[in-house]
């Protein structure tokens, strides 16, 4: 870019060039939305068909695989943050949201074990993803994330109307509306304007 | 009436630094580099010019044995932006709408 004389006109079209840039560099989420959109998916479908068909009576031990997930986040977070070259107010906003939310389930998980968990606990889980992809898909202004969020919020009304084991399946079900179609299109839409 | 633009800003590569700036919390001189196409040492001069007007913060500092410099658009570069806009828009409807 050199130093010339330029008009109102092109200082617009510089400002406005210079915000798209910034735009292209929003969504690299969509790497921790597929990886937690995963293994949350396989540990609803594993506890159902470990609890309904293979008759596994410790059956809700597979969300141990939750741990793969915060170990994986842990490591991408970290070296992502080494080769990071810019921090936008977005993935600093997203960042808190998650960690807000991470705290959330934990917590949930105390009072819910304390209190009782049959008939409530996938209901409560499928509200919370609404609110973090709804929340989500408004920041980044993409509006396959804001339509999963709803639905996962119609789907956690839905649940609380079922048995727990079949509030499993809406919970996988929650899952692959509001976070694994929305990641895969994220990343479709991530790729065609960086390449 | 048309205001007087603020010469600090209007300048081409100056411009690009803040329209930047102005939208992400910190920016790293390369991604600067990368984005506005500019070279090295041009681009050296501007942040500095832009840092002596009080308009951005520059830090220095190491990752991983790579000097880094990390730049953020200060109050004073904030306002000093909106007042460019608004000088830009009476040059666009000079009839005042």
Not at chain 1, 95 to 108: A, E, Q
Not at chain 1, 176 to 193: C, E, G, N
Not at chain 2, 7 to 28: C, T
Request: hydrophobic share 45%.
């Amino acid at each position: 870019m050199e130093q010339e004389s330029f008009s109102p006109q092109d200082s617009l079209k510089i400002i406005q060039s210079m915000l798209e840039k910034t735009r292209e560099d929003f969504s690299r989420d969509d790497i921790y939305f597929l990886v937690w959109g995963w293994i949350t998916f396989i540990a609803c479908t594993g506890q159902f068909i470990l609890k309904n068909l293979v008759h596994y009576p410790r059956h809700y031990q597979v969300w141990w695989l939750m741990m793969v997930g915060i170990v994986f986040t842990i490591y991408f977070s970290i070296k992502e943050r080494k080769e990071s070259r810019v921090k936008t107010y977005i993935s600093e906003s997203m960042k808190f949201l998650w960690i807000g939310m991470g705290i959330t389930y934990f917590v949930l998980s105390i009072i819910l074990s304390k209190t009782g968990w049959s008939n409530t606990i996938f209901p409560f889980y499928i509200l919370l993803y609404g609110l973090g992809t709804f929340v989500s898909g408004c920041f980044l202004q993409f509006r396959p994330l804001v339509t999963g969020g709803i639905l996962a919020w119609v789907i956690a009304a839905v649940a609380a109307y079922l048995d727990y084991d079949y509030q499993m399946l809406m919970g996988a079900l929650a899952i692959l509306v509001s976070y694994i179609i929305p990641a895969y299109m994220l990343r479709k839409k991530t790729r065609s304007v960086t390449v | 009436m048309f205001k007087e633009l603020d010469p600090i800003l209007h300048s081409q590569l100056r411009l690009a630094v803040m329209s930047l700036l102005i939208s992400v919390k910190e920016a790293e001189f390369t991604f600067l580099k990368e984005k506005t196409n500019s070279t090295a040492g041009n681009l050296s001069v501007q942040i500095n010019k832009l840092k002596d007007a009080g308009y951005i913060d520059v830090t220095k500092q190491f990752s991983n044995n790579y000097p880094q410099t990390i730049c953020k658009v200060t109050k004073k570069g904030i306002e000093a932006f909106e007042a460019y806009v608004k000088a830009l828009q009476s040059y666009m409807n000079p009839n005042g709408q």
